[in-house]
């Protein structure tokens, strides 16, 4: 989950649509969740405020629309040449993405408003089942090269492999560094290996 | 995460910390961690408003010493004779705890207001050390019996055996069900046997 910056091509509409999203980003990023109005992004964005409303109607509507873009953005899949290697900095993407300064309390204030509003739920979970299908590439292409079992279920990989970066930051508190992005890297690749990921057909 | 509703031995003081606790978990599982008040939990437990306020001081309070009681407690420590098998019902413990009809939306409840109340979640960490600690009997036993390299970080084999569940449940909505509960158990496994959780001493 990257903060994102860049203008996206086509015409006024898209234009609006990413200047609301990234002024929608902007109040996330220094008033948290709770700290989001409507007024707020429309005068941050300089969109009108009767347009904000019309086309996004809410908060809620707002949030889940600059993850609904966040989730559709290009990221750095990693790729090393080596499952060991990609999936070392797919799990250290998670720990500095949510290190950063920006980047990072966007991506908590997401996670957090998730568990109280639904709307935020759904677009959360569409944006991680996005990052999901994204990063699969990683395990398919080791597959393919031999070094993980045929039939590897390559999502579930993911999961289990950046799993227990989010349980520390969000459920334990635990700090979560690099060395145990690397150790969570390590331990979904040697179950993997292990076949334990392999679909039973 | 169990449902407390045992009585504990002591005098009025822990009778009283009885009720209060019992009324607390009560009023979570019936209104969310928003619809929690003071009154609310003074009347249900039958404790008078000026005391809970003075002991406790608010909901914050009152949610925080709920877990710490919760902490402190024995719960069902699995010992099936095999790493395996305890592994297994470790995380089938967080499946069928989540889903149980009452313990389950206290539980989520104060994950949930663990993200935006730093008293709740101070608490709940606490709670997930004690949990951990307990928990890393289980794996202590298996390098006893020799099923499990020496030097095996057992918090750690915990902490990435229940990770998964907690990542479906909390950020990406999937379901967390028996199937996904064995195989987290099996992945944390595998990880261990292959020596991905021994110190580097």
Do not use: C
Not at 158 to 181: K, M, N, S
């Amino acid at each position: 989950m990257t903060t994102p910056g860049s203008a996206r091509p086509g015409g006024r509409t898209a234009r609006t649509r990413e200047a609301v999203r990234a002024a929608t980003l902007a109040e996330l990023a220094e008033k948290g969740y709770d700290g989001l109005t409507v007024e707020g992004i429309a005068l941050r964005s300089g969109v009108h405020k009767t347009t904000v409303y019309r086309r996004w109607g809410s908060v809620e509507g707002l949030a889940a629309d600059a993850l609904d873009l966040a989730g559709g953005e290009p990221w750095p899949i990693p790729d090393t040449g080596t499952v060991e290697g990609d999936l070392r900095e797919l799990t250290r993407l998670v720990v500095t993405g949510f290190a950063d300064p920006d980047a990072g309390p966007i991506a908590t204030a997401f996670v957090s408003a998730s568990v109280r509003n639904p709307a935020t739920a759904r677009a959360l979970h569409a944006f991680y089942a996005a990052r999901h299908r994204q990063s699969a590439v990683l395990i398919t292409r080791a597959i393919e090269r031999g070094e993980l079992p045929e039939g590897t279920d390559a999502v579930e990989v993911v999961r289990v492999a950046v799993a227990p970066l989010y349980y520390r930051l969000f459920i334990t508190g635990e700090p979560a560094d690099e060395a145990v992005a690397d150790r969570a890297a390590a331990s979904a690749l040697a179950a993997a290996r292990a076949g334990v990921f392999q679909s039973s057909t």
